[in-house]
């Protein structure tokens, strides 16, 4: 979606909440007349229904306006009032029940209004969610006017970011699900143990405007993960946070394939595993049925038993490094052997470490995290650029082809562009290769943040990028990388040369309208070189 | 049984004015379809047959007719005998999206709906009907 559609959006639904707002407050009054009748104990049948009428609209609107607790609240209150207005024969008793309950919630529901309690989810909702794999980032900054921009300024390169004021305004949004905080160094300080039982293992970065190694020591003791000083270099600081969010992920997530013959401690291990996060499959050592797990599965990293009964775990090992696609993978043995000549000769036969039983759960599971971490950026350092960490010339191109023939074997179209950022060249001279750097990593992150996990992207040469949409048509394509080039544009970088911005060219064809792949390739950047004599910053789109 | 007609023209029946506000920013903005608001079951029957929509989204509770008479009474009309209907309610108690249902409609949204998503909502259950 581009921006100008999301912010008209916005401006209209703050509007409409503006307009509710000022309705409900009406609405409040005429519920405080029903409450100090209760109270009085001279409320009639016919009030209470007209109470129970206004808190249903209540709890069915508030929350279309951002007002979710109001809602919520009312819809608790309206439960209460539904029972005597269901049956209203014992009105006394009715509102003896009441009574100051009644007053009591009335004035809550109130706060709730007054407090305007998301003041922020319209930067939430601002996108469908789902469409775009887009992180949410917390700015959470005392100073509303430096929270907001740097949240705005967050939005620029691909996230999706709100801010709060302090952490309880956090609290009070449920079904957030951020994926890092930037926070201010005193207000984290004061409430990192609130925010770590809410939020375990989630990257911190604190903005501080001062600077020492006490202070530094005092943050990272606290559980920050990183540390940035204002005035802010917004550029490095989004490099950093991607780096942390991409570990964060690598660390907590990867693929284990348990070879054992004992089902009960082989599901245990399952267990520990999965509970940790973990993507297990187990297999019970029979040599016939352990390759097409591993080709089907394709895990991190083997954890294998060293006797299955006949089956010996060493020699199973040496037959999977039969195989040139597992001479790199990873085999742990899990054994009650604790004879260190015999594990080195188990060793020798094909694995890398020995895990000896009994073996404790968190010891297990640390291990196995640490193994799929390392197996992982061995993995990356092989296929991905090691700048963008966006797939590798040679491995996009692949990709790019196995698009292809699922193009033609599905009959749907999908969208291949080339990418390039617009003289390049004169922002390595005049601002130093750093800043160049910077750029270079900055397109990247917005494409993966903008494009979908089932996209393709690629860092083609220097500072050319390729794209591949699958099941995408040219016009959506069209959209999606014109938003990208206009928010690219938009970003503000720093070098040696001070404050500078840079646009981006795209070229773009129907992948699936040509018989061959470099054909398409061929013909996106074709429009590529249109789009530069064109006068650059925009999308081409190659006439098929 | 699944559709292939494109979802364009849209009734919505619901007393609250801004709720219909809303839904106008949900639907026409967001969602891009050509919606027709109508404030009572009333209204809606004197201008369903000359908006011909492809579907109808009633309010449940609403002042006079409720959404559920409403729907009956459209169903009288001979063109809308098989419209497609869904029901928005605050209301979610499992017993009573079953009666809704049992009225013939496709689907329940309960209220509050986000007006972010309302659109894919619909299309979704448009889709799979």
Known sequence: ?544 | MEQNELLKRILLVEDEEDIRAVAEVALETVGGFNLKACASGQEALESITDFAPQLVILDVMMPGMDGPETLRAIRKLSDFTRTPAIFMTAKVQSDEIASYLAEGALSVIPKPFDPMTLADRIQEIWRSS
Not at chain 1, 17 to 45: N, S, T, Y
Not at chain 1, 162 to 170: G, T
Not at chain 1, 225 to 253: I, K, Q, V
Not at chain 1, 453 to 458: A, C
């Open chain 1, 1 to 544: 979606m581009s921006e100008p559609i999301v912010n008209d959006v916005s401006a209209k639904l703050q509007v409409l909440r503006k307009r509710f707002a000022d309705k409900a407050a009406g609405e409040f009054d005429a519920l405080e007349e029903i409450a100090r009748c209760i109270r009085a104990g001279d409320a009639d049948c016919d009030q209470l229904a007209k109470s129970y009428r206004i808190l249903h609209r209540l709890a069915g609107s508030a929350g279309t306006f951002g007002f979710h607790s109001l809602g919520d609240e009312a819809r608790d209150l309206e439960l209460l009032v539904k029972s005597f207005v269901d049956d209203c024969s014992d009105l006394s008793y009715a509102l003896s029940v009441l009574n100051e309950e009644f007053q009591r919630r009335l004035t809550d529901l109130r706060g709730f209004l007054d407090a305007g309690d998301a003041a922020a989810t319209e930067l939430l909702s601002a996108r469908p969610e789902g469409v775009y794999g887009e992180p949410l980032v917390l700015v959470i900054e005392p100073d509303e006017q430096q929270g907001s921009s740097l949240s705005e300024g967050l939005v620029l390169y691909g996230y999706q970011s709100l801010w709060l004021p302090d952490v309880n305004s956090w609290l009070r949004e449920p079904g957030t699900q951020p994926s890092a905080i930037i926070i201010r160094d005193e207000v984290f300080l004061k409430s990192s143990d609130r925010l770590f039982r809410f939020l375990r293992d989630l990257p911190v970065i604190c903005i501080s405007d001062t600077d020492s190694y006490i202070q530094r020591y005092t943050l990272a003791n606290a559980g920050a993960e990183a540390f940035f000083r204002e005035p802010l270099n917004l550029p490095m600081m989004t490099d950093h946070l991607e780096r942390l969010l991409t570990d964060h992920a690598d660390a907590a997530s990867g693929r284990v394939l348990i070879v054992d013959d004992d089902p009960e401690l082989m599901e245990h291990y399952r267990l520990v595993l999965t509970s940790g996060g973990m993507d297990v499959r187990t297999a019970n050592g029979d040599p016939s049925l352990l390759l097409p797990i591993l080709s089907e599965f394709r895990p991190d990293i083997v954890l294998m038993d060293v006797q299955m009964g006949d089956i010996s775990g060493p020699a199973l090992a040496r037959m999977l490094r039969f195989e040139p696609e597992w001479l790199s993978l990873p085999i742990v043995y899990l054994s009650a052997e604790s004879n260190r000549e015999m594990q080195l000769e188990a060793l020798a036969k094909g694995g890398d470490d020995f895990l000896t039983k009994p073996v404790s759960d968190s010891f297990l599971l640390r291990t196995v995290r640490r193994r799929c971490y390392r197996a992982r950026q061995l993995d990356k350092l092989v296929s991905r650029d090691s700048l963008t960490g966006l797939l590798k010339h040679s491995l996009v191109k692949t990709e790019v082809s196995i698009e292809h023939a699922r193009c033609q074997r599905m009959k749907h179209s999908s969208a291949v562009a080339m990418l390039d950022l617009d003289h390049f060249k004169k922002v390595n001279d005049t601002q130093g290769h750093r800043a160049g750097d910077l750029v270079i990593k900055g397109l990247a992150n917005l494409l993966r943040h903008r494009l979908r996990k089932t996209d393709i992207i690629g860092r083609y040469g220097g500072e050319e990028f390729i794209v591949a949409l699958p099941e995408c048509s040219i016009a959506r394509a069209e959209t999606v990388l014109a938003a990208v080039c206009e928010d690219f544009s938009r970003i503000v970088f720093e070098g040696s040369g001070g404050k500078f911005s840079v646009t981006l060219s795209v070229g773009l064809a129907a992948l699936s309208d040509y018989g061959h792949p470099e054909e398409a390739i061929e013909a996106a950047d074709q429009a590529l070189y249109q789009r530069k004599r064109a006068g650059r910053n925009g999308v081409t789109t190659a006439a098929s």
